[in-house]
């Protein structure tokens, strides 16, 4: 080796005094230098995490609502204000909440509700008549007889409702069919309109013709009143039950609810049997025709049936 070189360039052998260099020490100062920079390097970044801007405050501010009127409620309000670190609020466009399963509050309408005509109102505005004239009410003139009502009873009871329908001619012996006018028109609350049946001239002045009711149910029944304008015929009045009507006034299902009488007046009312059994089937039977009703074979006459009501037992 040449002065001054501390290692073999041939053999990697070291001179004399190579491995006992001070230069640990060195070393020593570097990593020495390098543990101070990281730690001062954490120590920076702490400082600057901390200086960061906090989360911002809350701050729940509760504000009553003036009482709304007595028919709603309206729960206090809470509104919620965020703040910034340096204590300034910032208010946000403020929204009304319900609690949680709270009722919404009903609509108030905006302008009064004016009642109809038929409505009953609150306030009543007196007028001024300067004569009032009561009313009197004058009972219906009928029949008396064993087997027909009498005039003035003390409660009129409302008629049974029948159907448009109810109402058809009982033709068990097959009579014509233009021999007889519409049935409905006896049950269509107008006196002016009436059902007829044609006179036979064979057989006059006996007739074997009526009118039947169905009730389409069973009805009690205790009243009939009828309306006719060729008074003088003879009637009586049947019931009968089951599906289907008896095929002839004979049968056995037909139930008598009357004896046979001779109408006199124009409005009349019977009085039925049986008034606690209910009937199905009610036939008006018209078994004679009036004098001025006969007519002749070129010209026969008939019998009519204005209007027909039947009532129930009161009570």
Not at 177 to 195: E, M
Not at 246 to 267: F, G, N, Q, Y
Request: glycine share 8%.
């Amino acid at each position: 080796m040449l002065d001054g070189q501390d290692w073999c360039l041939q053999c990697g052998a070291g001179g004399p005094g190579s491995l006992d260099t001070p230069g640990w020490r060195s070393t020593a100062a570097i990593v020495g230098a390098v543990a101070v920079l990281v730690l001062g390097a954490a120590a920076a970044g702490y400082a600057a995490l901390s200086k960061g801007s906090p989360k911002p405050r809350t701050m729940t501010t509760t504000v009553a609502q003036v009482a709304p009127p007595a028919s709603t409620t309206t729960p206090a309000t809470t509104v919620t204000t965020p703040t910034t670190p340096g204590g300034a609020a910032t208010t946000p466009a403020a929204k009304a909440t319900l609690p949680l399963g709270a009722a919404k509050p009903p609509k108030i309408p905006l302008t009064a509700v004016t009642p109809k005509a038929s409505e009953k109102s609150t306030t009543t505005t007196p007028t001024t008549e300067t004569k009032t004239t009561p009313t009197t009410t004058t009972p219906s003139t009928t029949t008396t007889g064993s087997g027909e009502g009498a005039a003035g009873e003390e409660q009129q009871q409302s008629a049974i409702l029948l159907d448009t329908n109810a109402a058809s001619t009982y033709d068990p012996y097959n009579y014509p069919a233009s021999w007889f006018g519409d049935p409905s028109l006896t049950i269509d609350g107008d006196t002016s309109t009436k059902w007829t049946a044609q006179v036979n001239p064979e057989t006059a002045p006996k007739l074997a013709e009526g009118l039947l009711i169905d009730l389409k149910a069973k009805h009690k029944v205790a009243v009939l009143e009828l309306i006719t304008s060729t008074p003088g015929m003879a009637v009586q009045v049947y019931g009968a039950n089951g599906h289907t009507v008896p095929e002839s006034i004979t049968d056995s299902a037909w139930v008598p609810l009357s004896s046979p009488r001779v109408v006199k007046k124009k409005h009349t009312r019977f009085k039925l049997r049986d008034a606690k059994k209910a009937f199905t089937y009610i036939t008006l039977w018209i078994s004679k025709a009036p004098a001025s009703s006969v007519g002749t074979a070129t010209a026969p006459g008939h019998v009519s049936v204005n209007e027909v009501e039947l009532f129930p037992p009161k009570g």
